[in-house]
């Protein structure tokens, strides 16, 4: 599970338990001129991941760590698809975050508040 916070111009995900083992990182600062949007999609996990380097890929249990597919890399973090957020990024390393949070309307509304405040 990851925890999603605004630290002045950054957004902040923090990798949290044992996820920061099977991700390979514990956090991600993004500034949020480079943030495009965040959406609520548990139907993403059915998309398909790409290749896995570094993470881990278990069906039904955990995606976890940097997928790269159709020249994109996206760093994952989900257990639960009902608990899942995207966040679309811009000029990064990333250019999706798939991560599961504890209230993904919240999370969502969060990132989206400080994007039209910035």
């Known amino acids: 599970m990851a ?15 044992l996820d920061k083992l099977w991700a390979l990182k514990s956090r991600l600062t993004v500034p949020l001129t480079n943030v495009r ?9 059915k998309e ?4 896995r380097a570094p993470g881990a890929h278990l069906p039904g249990v955990i ?22 957020i995207v ?3 811009a ?5 999706r975050l798939v991560v599961e949070v504890e209230d993904p309307r ?8 400080a994007l039209h405040r910035s």
């Open 63 to 84: 995606t976890a760590g940097t997928f790269h597919r159709d020249g994109e890399r996206v760093f994952w973090d989900v257990h639960d698809a009902a608990k899942a």
């Open 91 to 95: 000029d990064e390393r990333y250019a």
């Open 37 to 45: 949007g965040a959406t609520v999609d548990p139907g993403i996990v």
């Open 106 to 113: 919240t999370a969502v509304a969060l990132i989206e508040n």
């Open 48 to 51: 398909p991941k790409g290749i």
């Open 3 to 17: 925890r999603i916070e605004i630290d002045g111009g950054d957004l902040v995900v923090t990798i949290e338990g």
């Open 87 to 89: 966040i679309e990024l």
